[in-house]
């Protein structure tokens, strides 16, 4: 054996009970797991006495699509034990695109990626970005793997532009050539952004259409679908039906209850989905075990106001006119940007700012920043809008514990950190999500057993990625692997010290190769494209 790992409690990801063993690592696979016998022998031994052993944690929803390639270390998510992420989602992303919609998409979500100066963009197709992820730092690699979901918007931006309109039969054609292409090279599924601009002009019929074309090349459709809010169960029943209509497999996205109007109705989603799954349906969902959501402050607005891409709308919240009908929308009626619910600025914290001039209003929320001027909440958000160019991240404070617990208990839940690395306060689900999972809600409150959590984080997403040699522990399997305290393992990440990293957590391997040893990163880059597979 390359590695022995010895007398360790083996988590393996199916669910069932852990058990003591010694695992053998060869070339990047796992190779023997002894439960009884002699200890095994390698070049290299580890005695893993106290700690468990678990499938590396897969990422179902990240947002790493330009930090993979802008930082080599990536701690944030090596730390916690993530050996794989699943990006290009919220149905906006850098492949495909051609030279006009990469800058497009480069201004759109600065907030959650930068605006890339720092990144080569030698790519264009689904598969050049693959490619480049390969290679990644000097033709190494990157910190842990990556699977990509091809974004409809970024499709839609290519074929249609930024309007409000149905596409025609050509355009629609053309989205659809451009799906099948991404997911011949390799792409495990499609992904949208149904509250952000301009994926959510598709209507049900052109999302059908695409939905079918990823379930023929074998993927699966991952919608951030129409609302959160006001018609948040309503939306999960459009994309239910909508998928179903298609043939095509469902992963709900960030699966939330948020605002007032769904305190404690978590029950009445599951339902729906228990009801769809006993009549057939292939469901899935992730969440993130936090109750404030992230976004950028421009998503707030209402969807006519980002007609038209970036420039648009700071011409109309430059009029005054314009910008008086988008705060009587926001405030009075309720934006879809904002779920249909009518916008509380004291929920409204600014996590981050593209322009560091602005760093004054990092970590207020858009009220309290006001109070301090002297203005109306929405006089102090839209100077900030157009000061930063678009580029501010906000936290949301709208979610509910009660319906983040009865989420993650559900048989088809998987883990996704929705993390977005970018800004002076990010979220801490960057870099606590999997922690946290361990250590709040299994050790701490016992919502989920130790091996039922370490299925929903492995196993059960590997499955829905169709990843024939990885999410267990098993003979033969990828030695992608994670070994933890199960007594201290923890979150370091707070709301006030983000980007702390997790304890608990001294061994991570991808591909049998350590790339967190004694709880600190080395410089391996083992990480690569996980392409899907028939």
């Known amino acids: 054996m390359d590695l022995a790992i010895r007398d360790v409690r083996v988590v393996d990801g199916t669910g069932t009970a852990p058990y003591q063993a010694d695992v053998g690592i060869t070339a990047g696979r796992i190779t023997e797991i002894r439960r009884e016998g002699p200890p095994l022998g390698g070049h290299r031994t580890l005695d893993a006495h106290g700690l468990a052993l678990a499938p590396g944690f897969i990422d179902m929803h990240a947002h790493s699509d330009l930090a993979l390639l802008r930082d080599p270390d990536h701690s944030a998510k090596a730390a916690q034990g993530v050996t794989l992420e699943v990006i290009g989602q919220d149905g906006l992303s850098y492949a495909p695109v051609d030279d006009r919609t990469l800058a497009e998409i480069r201004r759109a979500i600065t907030g959650w990626n930068g605006n890339g100066d720092d990144i080569d963009f030698s790519w264009r197709s689904v598969g050049e970005y693959l490619d480049r992820l390969d290679h990644g730092f000097d033709g190494e690699g990157i910190a842990v793997n990556a699977a990509y979901l091809i974004p409809q918007g970024s499709v839609r931006m290519l074929a249609v532009g930024w309007d409000d309109r149905e596409a025609t039969p050509q355009e629609l054609d053309r989205m659809r050539r451009l799906v099948a292409e991404g997911m011949r090279e390799g792409a495990v599924g499609m992904s949208s952004g149904l509250t952000y601009t301009p994926g959510m002009y598709a209507k049900d019929a052109e999302l059908?259409?695409?939905?079918?074309?990823?379930?023929?090349?074998?993927?699966?459709?991952?919608?951030?679908h129409r609302s959160y809010g006001a018609g948040a169960l309503a939306a999960y029943e459009e994309m239910v039906a909508l998928t179903r209509e298609a043939g095509c497999p469902l992963h709900l996205a960030h699966a939330t209850m948020n605002f007032g109007v769904n305190k404690g109705r978590a029950p009445d989603l599951l339902a729906l989905l228990d009801d769809a799954l006993a009549a057939g349906a292939d469901i899935s969902l992730d969440t993130y075990p936090y109750t404030p959501g992230c976004t950028t402050l421009v998503a707030m607005l209402p969807s006519w106001a980002s007609e038209g891409g970036p420039e648009a709308i700071l011409g109309r919240l430059a009029d005054d006119a314009t910008a008086e009908r988008i705060r009587h929308r926001m405030e009075v009626v309720g934006a879809d940007g904002c779920h249909g619910v009518p916008i509380e600025w004291d929920t409204i914290e600014i996590s981050g700012v593209s322009d560091p001039a602005l760093a004054s209003y990092v970590g207020r929320t858009v009220q309290e920043s006001a109070g301090r001027l002297g203005e109306s909440p929405w006089t102090t958000a839209r100077r900030l809008l157009v000061e930063d160019r678009l580029g501010s991240t906000i936290l949301q404070h709208v979610g509910h514990e009660e319906n983040v617990r009865a989420i993650m208990r559900h048989?088809?839940?998987?883990?996704?950190?929705?993390?977005?690395?970018?800004?002076?306060?990010?979220?801490?689900r960057a870099y606590g999500t999997f922690p946290h999972y361990l250590g709040r809600y299994v050790r701490e409150l016992g919502i989920l057993s130790l091996e039922e959590c370490v299925a929903h984080l492995t196993g059960r997403p590997a499955g829905r990625l169709r990843l024939p040699d990885r999410g267990l522990v098993r003979e033969g399997y990828r030695a992608d692997l994670v070994l933890f305290d199960p007594d201290t393992v923890a979150a370091g990440s707070t709301f006030e010290a983000p980007r702390t990293l997790p304890a608990g957590i001294p061994h991570v391997l991808v591909d049998g190769r350590f790339v967190i040893e004694d709880g600190r990163r080395t410089d391996v880059l083992a990480g690569r494209a996980v392409r899907r597979t028939a």
């Open 208 to 224: 059908t259409e695409l939905c079918r074309v990823v379930a023929e090349h074998g993927g699966y459709y991952c919608p951030h």
């Open 411 to 428: 048989p088809v839940h998987t883990g996704g950190s929705d993390g977005i690395l970018r800004g002076d306060k990010p979220h801490p």
